[in-house]
């Protein structure tokens, strides 16, 4: 599995577009990008995956590069509920099972007023 | 529907003690983990199954055993609990082969004394 690099912390303003980096540069060509959230206190939430197209929903949308070494999660218009800390996650199914992800320490998103 | 229901809350246990984590989904779901988390660290996956009687290792299995008799239900067992086992756990499921968009439970917040 690739390993992912991302910042400890970062923070923003409310309304504007909080922007999160992950590092991937050891990707292979059959894995995804995933990103979650945790939110204080509760499970992780899936936000959204891809694995070379940007991809946009209501929560976010995702851009990876055209190499695939890095991606970026968008949230345009953040709010006070986004909060929280937000994983990066690069996995492939191993042969024969599922493939389970697993999460690193990720990045802690402050949203301030 | 609940999603992913996790029992008990909280537990406090004495060093040496047993217990049962129960987990349930309701989504018909195949695929079925446990996470645990401590402070300033990701998620780390204890065991995971892919199919009613059917279950693997994940990252950090030692001191725990789950089964999967049914595809509804996932509990995970600490056999003789230690304080290091003292943790936040959480288990999720996930429709398909990929997991790409797991549900998570709300956690069991577990002390050991």
């Known amino acids: 599995d690739a390993k992912t690099t991302q910042p400890t912390s970062m923070d923003c303003a409310e309304g504007r577009a909080a922007n999160l980096p992950c590092n991937h540069s050891?990707?292979?060509?059959?894995?995804?990008v995933y990103w979650y959230r945790q939110i204080h206190s509760q499970g992780p939430q899936y936000i959204i995956h891809?694995?070379?197209n940007n991809e946009t929903n209501e929560m976010a949308s995702l851009i990876i590069t055209e190499d695939r070494k890095s991606s970026t999660l968008i949230l345009p218009h953040a709010t006070l509920r986004d909060t929280a800390v937000y994983y990066c996650?690069?996995?492939?199914?191993?042969?024969?099972?599922?493939?389970?992800?697993?999460f690193g320490r990720g990045t802690s998103l402050i949203v301030h007023p | 529907n609940a999603g992913v229901t996790q029992t008990p809350k909280f537990q406090v246990l004495k060093t040496g003690q047993s217990m049962t984590l129960q987990c349930a989904q309701d989504?018909?779901?195949?695929?079925m983990s446990w996470y645990r988390q401590d402070p300033g660290m990701g998620l780390r996956l204890i065991h995971y199954?892919?199919?009613?009687?059917?279950?693997d290792q994940g990252e950090v299995p030692n001191g725990y055993n789950v089964s999967r008799s049914t595809t509804e239900d996932f509990p995970l067992r600490l056999l003789s609990a230690a304080p290091s086992q003292t943790s936040v756990y959480f288990c999720?499921?996930?429709?398909?082969?990929?997991?790409?968009?797991?549900?998570f439970g709300d956690g069991t917040r577990l002390s050991i004394l």
């Open positions: 989504m018909n779901h195949e695929y």
């Open positions: 996650i690069v996995r492939r199914a191993p042969s024969g099972g599922s493939y389970i992800p697993t």
């Open positions: 050891t990707i292979s060509g059959n894995e995804y």
């Open positions: 999720a499921s996930s429709q398909d082969r990929a997991n790409r968009a797991q549900h």
């Open positions: 891809g694995l070379k």
């Open positions: 199954s892919v199919g009613a009687g059917i279950t």
